[in-house]
């Protein structure tokens, strides 16, 4: 796979999770696939690591943003077998609140697939929005 199909494959797959698109994700990454958000799990419940299984679970679940999740794709480069995209997400929260936040994913692709994805985040601002 060439770094250029492997940022599209990147994009493709934040896309989809915008949208839970929970078998189009699942297609994107291999079997063993991790992904990883920076936090700590007990002052951010999402933080830490998370097998394929996890995410597709949760990507079978509606959005909760009320219209869905706005992305606008930043800055993509990629070198060997790593991508990194930055985005900025906007959404109105179940609690009525205007979520948005700046995002940095850091994609690691094994055999024309996502094995590994690391998220970075403000998390301070997602649980001012989420965590009662």
């Not at 920076?38 to 959005?63: C, D, N, V, W």
């Not at 024309?112 to 989420?130: C, G, N, P, Q, S």
Request: aromatic share 12%; net charge neutral; proline share 3%.
């Amino acid at each position: 796979m060439t770094l250029k199909q492997n940022k599209q494959t990147a994009i493709d797959f934040l896309a989809a999770s915008a949208r839970h698109e929970a078998d189009r994700l699942a297609s994107l990454m291999t079997d063993d696939a991790t992904y990883w958000v920076q936090g700590k799990p007990h002052l951010f419940p999402h933080a830490g690591e998370k097998t394929k299984e996890q995410i597709y679970r949760y990507m079978q679940t509606p959005s909760i943003f009320k219209d869905g999740l706005e992305q606008t794709i930043g800055e993509v480069t990629g070198e060997g077998d790593r991508v990194a995209v930055e985005v900025e997400v906007r959404g109105i929260a179940p609690n009525g609140k205007l979520y948005t936040n700046t995002y940095h994913y850091l994609f690691f692709f094994r055999d024309k697939k996502i094995a590994r994805v690391k998220e970075y985040l403000d998390t301070y601002h997602a649980a001012e929005v989420f965590v009662v």
